[in-house]
């Protein structure tokens, strides 16, 4: 079984700045990808930024050049810098981790999800 464990969410003006970390632990074999996906209020969840094992990474249109995703593999642990914060980058943001288990199945792995409050 797997957990990912979320912090750093909370209520920033906009313009301002928000550090999200996501640690994965529990029976993990092998990571192929972990990101970040958000969920705004009436909207589906979407990709905010993902990276990849070979050290990869992807980004919504809509947060490049504003969001950094960076990982520390030996820990399975990604973050999200969030810069330049606008009130639509409001949502729940969840963590995502894919890659195979120590039973070496295939591993799609969900946080509980940090709420993001953009707002003056």
């Known amino acids: 079984q797997v957990q990912l464990g979320e912090s750093g969410g909370g209520l920033v003006q906009p313009g301002g700045s928000l550090s999200l970390s996501c640690v994965a632990s529990?029976?993990?074999?092998?990571?192929?990808?972990m990101g970040w996906y958000r969920q705004a209020p009436g909207n589906e969840r979407e990709l905010v930024a993902q990276?990849?094992?070979?050290?990869?990474?992807d980004y919504a249109d809509s947060v490049k050049g504003r969001f950094t995703i960076s990982r520390l593999n030996a820990m399975n642990t990604v973050y999200l810098q969030m810069n330049s914060l606008k009130p639509e980058d409001t949502g729940v943001y969840s963590c995502?981790?894919?890659?195979?288990?120590?039973?070496?199945?295939?591993?799609?792995?969900w946080g509980q999800g940090t709420l993001v409050t953009v707002s003056s």
């Open positions: 529990g029976s993990i074999f092998r990571v192929v990808a």
């Open positions: 995502n981790l894919r890659g195979y288990g120590s039973d070496l199945k295939i591993l799609d792995a």
């Open positions: 990276t990849t094992a070979g050290g990869s990474t």
